[in-house]
């Protein structure tokens, strides 16, 4: 997934700076839609061996992937189209008017936070920042999961921290229903970030690992999965962290 949205922003890139004039602004949607197609399909193949580890169907990821392809395409193409309207630029020129432009896998570690995450997408606004976050299985009845929005609130904080500039809302894409959520992000939901940063904190002094999540559901596509069941492997790492973290006292006050 995030290797297919890095190829997503530098397709869009590229065709949007190779534009000359009206008539290949109008092949812009067939382009783009020959392109992504092609770049979906090589990353399946390239890492159809990983997928088939995660117990993933291949037919229904790219179904799935190519339907929120498409939906982000049309959503950049009328961006593109609406700025070569209102500014009537083209070709470089229209690409340095673009707003928002996607930036893809931003890596983002806050120390004073204490968090830290890798964002989706970012729509860069130039002066604002707003987090996009992209889910593989479907959307709630109304709006989006809790732990989805604590997420999205998680990134905001990271934001606003870099930035400086209050971010109010965020971006979910759910795959298994291709369903686009515009989520707010309001103080209240950043509290709770803040909060349970603090808990976990608390979990991590303890030394004593937490029960296991009563939703089995939440480890089907998680990438540890099979190590976070390992009970002996769980243990010989908390008993080499324990150790690690005596030897740095003892260190510390000599």
């Not at 004039?21 to 020959?34: T, V, Y």
């Not at 995450?117 to 002066?127: K, L």
């Not at 707010?184 to 940063?197: A, G, Q, S």
């Amino acid at each position: 997934l995030h290797e297919f949205l890095e190829k997503m922003n530098e397709e869009e890139e590229s065709l949007v700076r190779s534009l000359v004039d009206n008539d290949s602004l109008a092949e812009l949607r067939l382009k783009s839609n020959d392109r992504l197609a092609e770049i979906l399909k090589e990353l399946v193949l390239k890492n159809q061996y990983d997928l088939m580890d995660f117990e993933l169907n291949l037919a229904e990821n790219y179904r799935n992937l190519w339907s929120m392809a498409k939906t982000m395409m049309e959503e950049r193409i009328t961006i593109i189209q609406d700025t070569h309207r209102s500014t009537n630029k083209i070709g470089e020129e229209l690409w340095a008017a673009l707003q928002p432009k996607l930036i893809a896998e931003h890596h983002i570690v806050d120390e004073v936070l204490q968090l830290k995450g890798r964002i989706d997408q970012i729509e860069d606004f130039g002066t604002l920042m707003l987090p996009r976050e992209i889910k593989s299985g479907k959307a709630p009845r109304s709006g989006a999961w809790k732990d989805h929005k604590l997420q999205l609130a998680s990134y905001a904080l990271l934001l606003e921290s870099k930035w400086k500039k209050p971010i109010n809302k965020g971006v979910i894409y759910y795959l298994g229903s291709n369903q686009k959520i515009e989520q707010p992000i309001n103080p209240f939901l950043k509290e709770e970030v803040k909060e349970l940063i603090e808990k976990v904190q608390l979990m991590l002094e303890k030394k004593q690992l937490p029960d296991y999540v009563e939703n089995k559901n939440k480890c089907v596509n998680c990438g540890v999965r099979k190590q976070c069941y390992n009970e002996n492997l769980l243990k010989n790492l908390l008993k080499h962290h324990n150790k690690q973290e005596n030897h740095s006292v003892t260190t510390w006050t000599e």
